[in-house]
């Protein structure tokens, strides 16, 4: 069975930095493309950054330069480093399998980024 969890989500000042992570299990996970996504209250869940089997990176234009995606085969995790945290950027993020429409989700973690 699929599971991914997510961590590291909080409170952060604008201009400050958090690091998500996702442990992944179920899976043969260096095989799989990954990716985070984010929702935040009244819109539509985004695509902010996924990562390829072979680390290949994708990221929006609203996160270029500021955040970083990346992944650890032998721990199973792929992790999301965001610096310059603006209060846009406030949402439950969502770790996900898959390249295009992802085929799992996580349960999501929240992050608040006040002004």
């Known amino acids: 069975q699929v599971q991914l969890v997510e961590s590291g989500g909080g409170l952060v000042q604008a201009g400050g930095s958090l690091r998500l992570s996702c442990a992944a299990s179920g899976i043969i996970f260096r095989l799989n493309n990954m990716g985070w996504y984010r929702q935040a209250p009244g819109k539509q869940r985004e695509l902010v950054a996924r990562?390829?089997?072979?680390?290949?990176?994708n990221y929006a234009d609203s996160v270029k330069g500021r955040f970083t995606i990346s992944r650890d085969n032998a721990k199973n995790m792929v992790y999301l480093q965001m610096n310059s945290l603006k209060p846009e950027d406030t949402a439950v993020y969502y770790c996900a399998l898959g390249w295009g429409t992802p085929n799992y989700w996580g349960q999501g973690t929240q992050v608040t980024v006040s002004s």
């Open positions: 990562i390829s089997s072979v680390g290949i990176t």
